[in-house]
């Protein structure tokens, strides 16, 4: 029998997958611009997000293990996938609208949808919340250096 912890693991690693349709060109914009000198990290970005999508998905394995197969469940569901499919679209639609601003705005949403899903997700599990808490930290991040980005590569908001 395939278990819930599966079909979310495989259904979250799908969406990440998705996250590799770049054009060189795309990328070729993107690494031509100026950094803040303390974006010293960028290296473990990809790992960092690796991070945070497990935990997120065994989030949303616990807040599904509560009350599967209910309506309230499956709500619960379509916003976690919501939330990734933000979050994995940040660096595509970005890089292909060559729009810094494109990127804050989505990161501003993820970070938006974050807050609403952890607050709504306290209720039925503490530790599901607290598994959404990395995503917290490090989406608010991302958008900030996402605008220090356009200050430093006005041409490129």
């Known amino acids: 029998m ?18 590799f349709f770049i054009t060189p060109r795309d990328v070729k914009w993107f ?12 290296p473990l970005i990809p790992l960092i997000w690796t991070v945070i999508f ?15 197969g209910i309506l309230r469940s499956w709500i619960f569901m379509g916003l976690f996938l919501l939330l990734e499919i933000l979050t994995v679209s940040y660096i595509p639609v970005m890089l ?31 530790l599901a919340a ?10 608010p991040v991302g958008t900030y ?3 220090e980005l356009i200050q430093l590569n006005p041409q490129d908001a």
């Open 2 to 19: 395939i278990q819930s912890w599966m079909v979310i693991g495989a259904v979250t690693f799908l969406i990440a997958v998705g996250s």
């Open 31 to 42: 690494a031509r611009l100026t950094r803040p000198r303390w974006l010293v990290f960028e």
């Open 54 to 68: 497990i935990c997120g998905a065994a989030s949303a394995n616990i807040v599904w293990q509560h009350s599967p």
């Open 96 to 126: 292909r609208w060559r729009s810094l601003r494109i990127g804050e705005i989505i990161g501003s949403i993820g970070v938006i949808l974050g807050v609403l899903l952890t607050i709504a997700v306290v209720p039925i599990s503490k």
């Open 130 to 139: 607290l598994l959404l808490v990395p995503y917290l930290i490090w989406s």
């Open 145 to 147: 250096t996402t605008e």
